[in-house]
T-cell receptor
Framework: KQEVTQIPAALSVPEGENLVLNCSFT??????LQWFRQDPGKGLTSLLL?????REQTSGRLNASLDKSSGRSTLYIAASQPGDSATYLC??????????????FGQGTILTVHP | KAGVTQTPRYLIKTRGQQVTLSCSPI?????VSWYQQTPGQGLQFLFE???????NKGNFPGRFSGRQFSNSRSEMNVSTLELGDSALYLC????????FGPGTRLTVT
């Protein structure tokens, strides 16, 4: 059974800091890994999708890396802003499956960026 | 392109009642998945439909059911509601990578 762990559970930083969120998974036979952002009471917004054949993906101030062999992914946020405050979740599809559905999520990292 | 839409956005029901939630996927997406999110359990997979067929199912009791129509729209139904069913129910559609809707907040009293 796939298990996903995110560290740290919560993070509070001053504006402008660069920060790293970690995600680990137990079964490396994944098709892809996805990072999401969730604002309180809202749905999930997809940030980055990394295919299993890729090592990293970048979008603006966000960079995500994937190391399948060690079962780890890292989300790097550069020059953090108060608007980045949210819960960040990583998720992987079922091992050996397709890229569709049945995601297993980590418990999330609650990020607070204060001015 | 229009995103995933879910209706209703908020719902209050009484124990023992049943409820139906609706999800319209992004145009062209044939896979629709449902998730339950609670503070204690986090996000948990309910089921996935692809071309009107249930392809995957999570570990939820039979009170939770779903279906998908020929236009890819999906509904999920919860019968005999319990207090523990209070949650945010999220729908996602996919063409490789999931796009989530805003969710339906269900409160059972």
């Amino acid at each position: 059974k796939q298990e996903v762990t995110q560290i740290p559970a919560a993070l509070s930083v001053p504006e402008g800091e660069n920060l790293v969120l970690n995600c680990s998974f137990t079964d490396s036979a994944i098709y892809n890994l996805q990072w999401f952002r969730q604002d309180p009471g809202k749905g999930l917004t997809s940030l980055l999708l990394i295919q299993s054949s890729q090592r990293e993906q970048t979008s603006g101030r966000l960079n995500a890396s994937l190391d399948k062999s060690s079962g780890r992914s890292t989300l790097y946020i550069a020059a953090s802003q108060p608007g980045d405050s949210a819960t960040y979740l990583c998720a992987v599809p079922q091992p050996g499956g397709t890229s569709y559905g049945k995601l297993t999520f980590g418990q999330g990292t609650i990020l607070t960026v204060h001015p | 392109k229009a995103g995933v839409t879910q209706t209703p956005r908020y719902l209050i029901k009484t124990r023992g009642q049943q409820v139906t939630l609706s999800c319209s996927p992004i145009s062209g997406h044939r896979s629709v998945s449902w998730y339950q999110q609670t503070p204690g359990q986090g996000l948990q997979f309910l089921f996935e439909y692809f071309s009107e067929t249930q392809r995957n199912k999570g570990n939820f009791p039979g009170r939770f059911s779903g279906r998908q129509f020929s236009n890819s729209r999906s509904e999920m139904n919860v019968s005999t509601l319990e207090l523990g069913d209070s949650a945010l129910y999220l729908c996602a559609s996919s063409s490789g990578g999931e796009d989530f809707g805003p969710g339906t907040r269900l409160t059972v009293t």
